[in-house]
Structure formats: C-alpha cells, structure tokens
C-alpha cells in the first residue's frame, strides 16, 4: 500500500458544446485527447510517463473499438499504456478517478490520466433487427443517446421524469425550480465574464473543408 498522498497535478476540459453545435465534428475520443495533451503540459509530463488511463464513456456506439485507447493515443500516449473504458453512467468519469486513485493507493500504477469524454452529437440511430432482416411492415430506428444515455432500462422512463418525480417528493416547486436555474445561469455567466473558467478550459481545432476553426 502506497501512504504517499494522491494528488491531481492538472485538470482539463474541453468547452462545452451545444448539441448539433460547433463540436459536433469532433468525435468524443479526439475531444478527450485534447484535454489529456493540456493536463500534460500543465504538469510538465510527456505522454510516455502515464502508465494508465481511465476514462469513462457511456454512448460508445459508433466510437470504435476501445475509446480509451484512441483518446490516449491521439494525445500522444505510447501503446503500452494500460487504457480502461468506463460506463457507470453520469458517474462514469468520477468512477475513472476513484479507480486512479485506487490503483494508486495500491501501488499498481504511479501516473494516472482519469476523466471522462461524451459527444451527444454524435450518438447514431440504431436499428436493432436489421441483422436478421426486416420481413414487413414498419421498423423503428433506436436514438442511441435516449435509449443508452438518457433512459431508464427498466420502465422507459427519461431522465426528466425522473427530475419531477424529486421534486414532488421534496415539494420543489416550479417558481423555485426556476429561481434556481436562473441563479445558476446568472453565475454562469458572471463566471464567464470574469475568466474564472479560462484556466481549465483547452481549446479545441475543429477542421473543415472551409478551414480550421478554434472553439
């Protein structure tokens, strides 16, 4: 067992995008990869030196084979390095971290890379008999990042209804709901305006025949 202390040497993300927006070129694995190569230049690390990479990603379909290991490799890792995908959902990246931590704890790795990727843009439509063939009649397309992502697998139910059911249970009401949001809006916005966020923020490329273009 390592005694040492765990420490995060550097956090990065990608800005957040809009759906159908200006990121929605960029598949989730080369916007993960964007954000690992600032970490490492924030900490002074080359690729080389992580030994592990845990990153979580819950609409797979479509990525390719083992996104962890694309995002690692895009951000210049080695192919030795040991990659992990992760789906626990919206825990999916807070689970890469713990489990970094864990392995640093027990002294099975000593440079971690922990985080998380998704691209909501890029989610397909599935269609789920097309294997075995279709006979007749009408077939339905399934939208990958409602029935994977956003979806309870036991009774159907969306994440929102899921929102309002709390708040029935804890007596929120719409006004404070609202209040809320507004709040929260307005923070963000002041944030913004102060560059509090610049720091964690690494920009991204995204490459068109028109150009490139920095978001």
């Not at 809009?18 to 002074?44: H, M, N, R, T, Y």
């Not at 007749?136 to 992502?149: F, R, T």
């Not at 720091?199 to 490329?205: C, L, T």
């Amino acid at each position: 067992m390592n005694q040492d202390a765990v420490v995060i040497v550097a956090a990065r993300r990608t800005p957040i995008g809009s759906f159908l927006g200006s990121l929605s070129a960029v598949s989730a694995p080369e916007l993960a990869a964007v954000a690992i190569q600032a970490c490492l230049k924030d900490a002074e690390l080359t690729p080389d030196c992580i030994e592990q990479a845990l990153i979580g990603c819950v609409l797979q379909a479509g990525i390719g084979q083992a996104p962890a290991r694309q995002a690692a490799l895009a951000s210049g890792m080695p192919d030795s390095v040991d990659c992990t995908t992760i789906n626990k959902v919206c825990g999916s990246a807070m689970k890469a971290t713990v489990f970094a931590h864990d392995m640093i704890r027990a002294g099975s790795t000593t440079i971690a890379v922990a985080g998380g990727m998704e691209s909501m843009s890029n989610a397909p439509y599935l269609l789920p008999k097309a294997r075995s063939g279709y006979r007749m009649g009408h077939q339905q397309a399934i939208d990958h990042m409602l029935y994977d992502g956003l979806q309870n697998p036991y009774d159907g139910q969306s994440m929102g209804f899921f929102g309002d059911q709390t708040a029935c249970k804890y007596d929120f009401s719409r006004e404070q709901q609202d209040s809320f949001s507004i709040a929260s809006v307005e923070r963000a916005l002041a944030a913004i305006a102060s560059g509090a966020f610049d720091a964690e923020i690494a920009p991204v490329v995204v490459r068109s025949r028109k150009g490139d273009s920095v978001v």
